[in-house]
């Protein structure tokens, strides 16, 4: 019995299927050009290249060709749509992609700096859970749409019910956090002087995590509503 070798785990959740390991170097198949057994991944600095298509960089750069690969064709997104209840448009429009070497679909978070450099590429598989890409920070999706001016914003608990709320057409800006549970204290700052509608599910959970985030933007925020 073997050891199973330890592959970057960020890679593989984007589409790198992975088949052995020399030394530092993952060999897996290309998600870009789907070659087989050419995609090589160094496991300790995640720079990557692959010999076929010639496609090369490190992990911010993996991360923006999987982002610029990802489709956004209305076909893809039809049974998502039903899934979640909402309209393929409405999904596409917010950004949301989807990437079939990994077959799942992408919401990306830029940096706050407007380059659209990605700081994660949350990713969903249909019946799964969105999730941060490993190694990379949580954040909040479409806080690149605070620019410091007071403004109001709805905050979601998720991205779906961030994409339910602009299908509605909700006046202001509309961001989702990663999770009930999850709010970190740097974050509280770009919601200065806002009016800010907290948007969770009326579950425990939820009810928690209004409750902290409330507390986190009390004084910040000009006003903040529970929305139930
Ligand atoms: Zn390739």
Redesign the pocket.
């Known amino acids: 019995m073997t050891d199973r070798p330890d592959y970057p785990k960020a890679f593989a959740q984007h589409g790198v299927h992975f088949h052995s390991r020399n030394g530092t170097q993952a060999v897996g198949d290309?998600p870009?050009?789907?070659?087989e057994k050419?995609?090589f991944v160094n496991v300790e600095n995640h720079r990557w290249d692959?010999k076929?298509?010639?496609?090369r960089g490190g992990f911010a750069t993996f991360l923006q060709e999987v982002y610029a690969a990802s489709k956004r064709e209305r076909k893809h997104f039809i049974e998502l749509a039903t899934d979640r209840g909402l309209k393929p448009e409405s999904i596409i429009a917010a950004g949301v992609r989807y990437f079939p070497a990994s077959d799942r679909f992408l919401f990306p978070v830029c940096y706050r700096d407007g380059s659209n450099r990605l700081y994660d590429l949350r990713h969903y598989k249909r019946g799964g859970k969105v999730m941060t890409t490993a190694s990379c920070q949580a954040g909040l999706w479409r806080w690149e749409l605070l620019d410091g001016q007071p403004r109001e914003v709805w905050i979601a608990e998720g991205e779906w019910d961030a994409i339910a709320l602009l299908e509605a057409g909700v006046k202001g800006e509309v961001l989702a956090v990663p999770g009930a549970s999850t709010w970190k204290s740097d974050w509280a700052p770009l919601l200065s002087e806002c009016t800010v509608h907290l948007c969770y599910d009326n579950d425990p959970a939820g009810v928690d995590g209004a409750y902290r985030t409330y507390r986190a933007l009390n004084g910040v925020a000009s006003k903040i509503d529970v929305i139930r």
Do not use: A, E, S
């Open positions: 290309c870009f050009c789907g070659r050419h995609y692959c076929k298509c010639g496609k």
